[in-house]
DNA sequence: TGCCCTGCCCTCTTACATCA
DNA sequence: TTGATGTAAGAGGGCAGGGC
């Protein structure tokens, strides 16, 4: 082997070990270069099956039991194993096996799971976006409007002040709150508009849309 | 300390049972 | 009859622990 196919080995084993399912995933092609997985021969009815015997469905008692105990632990230490096997009258491999598959069920499961609840929050979040950059683009409106009203105001008290010497005074009252009632934020409209999940705008260029 | 063996586990795959 | 689905079990490989 060279040093250069040492490095790459290593480096496939390191990653493995950090990420197994991805690596299995990916990997059976590189491997498969250099040494093919061994695919199982048929073996219809054949002498090392279960002595001959046809596969096999667990009974529903058995299968109860063995849900039950894996309720309680998902591992399975010999003792137990041993155990269970003889209250089941099976095999212990076999009741190894059933734990093996049934960790691989319940690891798809909860994979499954995750996903789901990823989604949905996800969804919420993309919802929550929207929602909030609707109540920017009113605020800004919202702004705009105020800031012609000041300068129509500002515009009628120059007209004023040439004649008035209280313009001071009226200046003031141009000022008072009529203006901040508004600019309240809450009350906001619920007609929120909803872009698709994948279809992210970045920043306010999704505004552009709408002008 | 390094090597080998053993047992257990994980993942992928295959074979078979069952059902629509 | 057939395709889809579920599941028991085989296979390959990794890892840890114990003996030598």
């Given at each position: 082997?060279?040093?250069?196919?040492?490095?790459?080995?290593?480096?496939?084993?390191?990653?493995?070990?950090?990420?197994?399912?991805?690596?299995?995933?990916?990997?059976?092609?590189?491997?498969?270069?250099?040494?093919?997985?061994?695919r199982r021969k048929k073996n219809k009815g054949g002498e090392n099956s279960l002595s001959?015997?046809?596969?096999?469905?667990?009974?529903?008692?058995?299968?109860?039991?063995?849900?039950?105990?894996?309720?309680?632990?998902?591992?399975?230490?010999?003792?137990?194993?041993?155990?269970l096997a003889s209250e089941l009258g099976l095999d212990p491999r076999q009741v190894a096996v059933w734990f093996q598959n049934r960790r691989a069920r319940w690891k798809n499961k909860k994979l499954e799971e995750e996903y789901s609840k990823m989604k949905t929050a996800h969804e919420g979040v993309v919802l929550e976006k929207c929602r909030l950059e609707s109540e920017v683009l009113k605020l800004k409106e919202q702004l705009c409007?105020?800031?012609?009203?000041?300068?129509?105001?500002?515009?009628?008290?120059?007209?004023?002040?040439?004649?008035?010497p209280s313009s001071s005074v009226l200046s003031m009252?141009?000022?008072?709150?009529?203006?901040?009632?508004?600019?309240?934020?809450?009350?906001?409209?619920?007609?929120?508009?909803?872009?698709?999940e994948n279809s992210y705008?970045?920043?306010?260029?999704?505004?552009?849309?709408?002008i």
């Amino acid at each position: 082997m060279t040093t250069q196919m040492n490095e790459l080995h290593d480096q496939m084993a390191l990653i493995s070990q950090m990420y197994p399912g991805v690596y299995s995933q990916i990997a059976p092609q590189q491997a498969g270069e250099s040494k093919p997985r061994r695919r199982r021969k048929k073996n219809k009815g054949g002498e090392n099956s279960l002595s001959g015997a046809k596969k096999r469905k667990l009974s529903q008692e058995q299968v109860n039991l063995l849900e039950l105990n894996f309720g309680n632990e998902h591992k399975l230490e010999s003792e137990r194993k041993d155990r269970l096997a003889s209250e089941l009258g099976l095999d212990p491999r076999q009741v190894a096996v059933w734990f093996q598959n049934r960790r691989a069920r319940w690891k798809n499961k909860k994979l499954e799971e995750e996903y789901s609840k990823m989604k949905t929050a996800h969804e919420g979040v993309v919802l929550e976006k929207c929602r909030l950059e609707s109540e920017v683009l009113k605020l800004k409106e919202q702004l705009c409007e105020a800031t012609k009203e000041i300068q129509r105001l500002g515009e009628r008290v120059d007209g004023v002040s040439s004649n008035s010497p209280s313009s001071s005074v009226l200046s003031m009252e141009a000022m008072d709150p009529p203006f901040l009632g508004e600019f309240g934020v809450e009350g906001y409209d619920q007609d929120v508009f909803y872009i698709g999940e994948n279809s992210y705008i970045h920043g306010m260029e999704w505004m552009n849309l709408y002008i």
